[in-house]
Nanobody, 124 residues
Framework: QVQLVESGGRLVQAGGSLRLSCAAS????????MGWFRRAPGKEREFVAG????????DYDDSVKGRFTISRDNTKNTGYLQMNSLKPEDTATYYC?????????????????WGQGTQVTVSA
């Protein structure tokens, strides 16, 4: 069983930056694709960014492309989401997830393991 723990969320002003981390238990992390998702108040959980098992292929939702960067360090069993130029509409609970395949996906139901989430609040 894989456990994921997100950290790094906090209150930040618009235009600021944050780096979220996702720490995974077990060596399975090294073989699985990872995704970041978010759920804003009153909205459904949505795809933000994804990365394949090796870290060589990334994918971003258009709303964050050019501002967010997903990465991973398989030697540390940790994934990251660097968020720059934050906007109030980025306010949400952010979740990391692992998919039991090498390649990533934008579909929530294709991910097998989820963290509990970390809150990001961007003030205007």
């Amino acid at each position: 069983q894989v456990q994921l723990v997100e950290s790094g969320g906090r209150l930040v002003q618009a235009g600021g930056s944050l780096r979220l981390s996702c720490a995974a238990s077990g060596r399975a992390f090294n073989y699985y694709a990872m995704g970041w998702f978010r759920r804003a108040p009153g909205k459904e959980r949505e795809f933000v960014a994804g990365i394949d098992w090796s870290g060589s292929i990334t994918d971003y939702d258009d709303s964050v492309k050019g501002r967010f960067t997903i990465s991973r360090d398989n030697t540390k069993n940790t994934g990251y989401l660097q968020m720059n130029s934050l906007k109030p509409e980025d306010t949400a609970t952010y979740y990391c997830a692992l998919r039991k395949y090498h390649s990533g996906s934008r579909a929530l139901n294709e991910y097998n393991y989820w963290g509990q989430g970390t809150q990001v609040t961007v003030s205007a």
